[in-house]
């Protein structure tokens, strides 16, 4: 069965890697990966912050 070629199977998308996929699926990743940037980048700059003041 060729269905994991086309990413089509459950999961198929990471066995295969995002490029198989359209620029949906890297745009939702990319978006995932530039919230958690900027959280931890708060997170540190707040705990920073409270640890200088």
Known sequence: MKDTEHGSWPGAENERGPHRW?????TLRLRAVTLLVVA???T???TLGN???
């Open 51 to 53: 640890y200088l003041g």
């Open 44 to 46: 540190a700059l707040l």
């Open 40 to 42: 931890v980048s708060m």
């Open 22 to 26: 359209g620029g949906y699926e890297r």
